[in-house]
């Protein structure tokens, strides 16, 4: 008998229709269940996603999404739902300093760990001492470091003497902004994680990955993907509770429009919305845990600038911008093809500029755009958009790990998923792939039939192979 005709009798309902929900309702689809995938908004995607701004008429993503080689699981939906080749790849990273100087990043022929090396050493954007002390801190972190280890990334830098060029161009900009924290604010392991994907393990797994489309575009295939497997997707359709029925064995979700039964549920919600529902689910032993891990999640923010000129400002299609408040530029008319000479500015980790007025934050950006780019002094400036996400990503501060709940929850046949629960990955897409991926094969568990959903870590290349994690 296949999986589809075993399983299509069981019906899973998915709460939330972010990368998470997407991934979970597509692998169980796929797997045989019934998937209701079902969703507060009127579009998919979560916080990561696009939709029509009424002001400037434009869709625009919520902010740019980049994804790295390592992401495995997120590769895993984007291939199971059919648009893997809408992503384009790049292994090389420009910095530019105010002023316009570049230094560019990327492979070279060494083999891994030391691909990287030839152009860090010719980077002008780092001094010779800065490049001791980056060589020194990647030699460090080739032995293992411990999962449980309550050092601070900031602790680590100053025990590892770095100097204030490497502190303010490399892991504050690159690796804090990846991981949306302060630097004192990030456990070791998780920055630990993120240098040895991005810049050790391997070329392909640090090469980075962004959308040739609008977000939501990119997840068009999901509807008719659990459609044609039996299940459907509800929008519009806000999770109010859900009662279990030890008779049936059975969940009853309410939504605002109705009603749905299921023999399985999914909680993919962030840890806010997570909490909102604990009230409103049965009383459980383990409830109160649950709530006490949620209480330990803070939220970041994250920003994002999006500006259409009337002329093309740089040939770059991304960049990094040194020493300034803007940290990312993304040229969305070269990436997506977007008419406008559409530009979009990231702001990550930053609570300071989330705080301006929006004018000011708009008049700071522009300002200092035009200290990387000289033309975005002449060009007109013909519309702009700013995005406050003030609850963009979770925190990982030193000791998160054990505020962060497995798939398995206090309830009979409900799981959890969302980036913040456990996956070893920071506040990520991936990590919401991973969730919703872990959180399937908790269901396929659950009916006896266990099956292996979670896509494989990309192996380490050349001398990493020999290095232990
Ligand atoms: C500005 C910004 C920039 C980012 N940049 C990057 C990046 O470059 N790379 C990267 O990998 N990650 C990035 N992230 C993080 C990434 O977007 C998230 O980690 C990921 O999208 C989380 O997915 P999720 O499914 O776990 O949660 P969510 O995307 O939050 O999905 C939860 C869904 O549940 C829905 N929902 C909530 N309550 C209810 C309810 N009661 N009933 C029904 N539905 C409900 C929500 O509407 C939402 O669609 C960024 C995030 C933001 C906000």
């Known amino acids: ?21 997407m991934s979970a309702a597509c692998a169980l689809a796929e797997a045989g269940f019934r998937a209701q995938l079902v969703e507060r908004r009127g579009y998919l995607g979560g916080r990561a996603s696009s939709y029509l701004h009424p002001g400037v008429g434009e869709v625009i993503d919520n902010c740019q999404h980049v994804l790295f080689g390592c992401c495995t699981n997120l590769i895993g939906f984007y291939r199971r739902i059919g648009v893997a080749n809408k992503i384009h790849w790049t292994r090389e990273m420009t910095m530019i300093e105010p002023g316009g100087r570049r230094s560019v990043l990327g492979p070279s022929f060494l083999p891994a760990p030391l691909h ?68 004192d604010e990030i456990a070791l392991p998780y920055a630990a994680k993120v240098i040895r994907e991005l810049f050790m393990n391997s070329a392909e797994a640090g090469s980075m990955g962004m959308s040739t489309v609008p ?56 840890f806010e919305a997570t909490e909102k529902l604990l009230p409103h689910l049965p009383p459980s032993d383990g409830a109160g845990a649950l709530a006490g891990q949620i209480a330990q999640q803070e939220h970041w923010p994250i920003c994002s600038v999006h500006l259409w000129f009337d002329r093309e400002i740089t040939e770059l299609e991304h960049a990094v911008l040194l020493d300034r408040e803007i940290h990312w530029m993304y040229n969305q008319s070269r990436l997506q093809g977007r008419g406008g000479h559409y530009i979009e500015l990231v702001v990550s980790a930053t609570r300071a500029f989330a705080a301006l007025p929006r004018d000011e934050a708009i008049a700071q950006a522009l300002r200092e755009l035009a200290e990387f780019f000289p033309k975005v002094k002449e060009a007109k400036l013909k519309k702009v958009v700013l995005v406050k996400e003030v609850r963009a990503t979770f925190g990982v501060p030193p000791g998160i790990d054990a505020a962060r709940p497995s798939a398995v929850s206090p309830w009979p046949n409900l799981f959890l998923a969302g980036d913040w629960v456990q996956t070893g990955w920071p506040s990520t897409m991936e990590s919401g792939a991973r969730s919703g991926h872990l959180a399937a094969e908790a269901v396929c568990v659950a009916v006896g039939e266990p099956r292996r959903i979670l896509d494989a870590d990309l192996r380490p290349r050349g001398l990493m192979r020999f290095i232990g994690k």
């Not at 296949?2 to 998915?14: A, E, F, I, L, P």
């Not at 008779?247 to 999914?266: I, K, N, P, Y």
């Open 1 to 21: 008998m296949t999986d589809q005709v075993k399983n299509s009798h069981r019906t899973v309902t998915v709460i939330g229709a972010g990368v998470a929900g």
């Open 116 to 183: 990287g090396l030839p152009r860090l050493m010719t980077a002008g954007a780092f001094t010779w001492a800065d490049k001791v002390a980056l060589g020194r801190a990647f030699d460090a972190l080739m032995k293992p470091v411990r999962s449980d280890s309550m050092e601070s990334l900031g602790d680590w830098l100053r025990r590892h003497k770095q100097t204030r060029g490497t502190l303010e161009r490399f892991w504050r900009l690159v690796i804090a902004s990846a991981l949306n924290a302060e630097i």
């Open 215 to 270: 977000l939501s575009e990119l997840y068009a295939p999901v509807t008719p993907y659990i459609e044609e497997r039996g299940g459907r997707v509800l929008l519009n359709a806000y999770v109010e509770g859900a009662d279990w029925d030890d008779a049936t064995s059975q969940w009853t979700v309410r939504t605002r429009t109705g009603e749905l039964l299921s023999d399985f549920v999914v909680v993919a919600l962030p």
